[in-house]
């Protein structure tokens, strides 16, 4: 499995950046697909996920209302929407992915699969 995330950049706070995962190497329709990220000093926390199969999606507290997690089957690539940025959202973010379950993993220790990361930078 590779998963290349991508869309990072530098945006001021209100605004809204898209990022990607195209995954590769094998068929993920049983796969769980998901975004955390890592601030600087923090730990890798738990974003959104969302099963491949059906669409279904979880978000973190955190996110909810302002990032939206997708996927594009004929692509094969997860989106993550992020809308009304706040400088706390600052962050590297990384896509992952898991082979089936019904139940959501928050924990980073799930996740078998892993991209490189993309900064997302929110200036206030």
């Known amino acids: 499995v590779q998963l290349q995330a991508s869309g990072g950049g530098l945006v001021q706070a209100g605004g809204s950046l898209r990022l990607s995962c195209a995954a590769s190497?094998?068929?993920?329709?049983?796969?769980?697909m998901a975004w955390f990220r890592q601030a600087p000093g923090k730990e890798r926390e738990f974003v959104a996920a969302i099963k491949w199969s059906d669409g279904s999606t979880y978000s973190a507290d955190s996110v909810k209302g302002r990032f939206t997690i997708s996927r594009d089957n004929a692509k094969n690539t997860v989106y993550l929407q992020m809308n009304s940025l706040k400088p706390e959202d600052t962050a590297v973010y990384y896509c992952?992915?898991?082979?089936?379950?019904?139940?959501?993993?928050?924990?980073?220790?799930?996740?078998?699969?892993w991209g490189q990361g993309t900064l997302v930078t929110v200036s206030s």
């Open positions: 190497g094998r068929t993920f329709n049983s796969y769980h």
């Open positions: 992952a992915s898991r082979y089936g379950g019904s139940v959501w993993h928050r924990s980073q220790s799930s996740y078998a699969y």
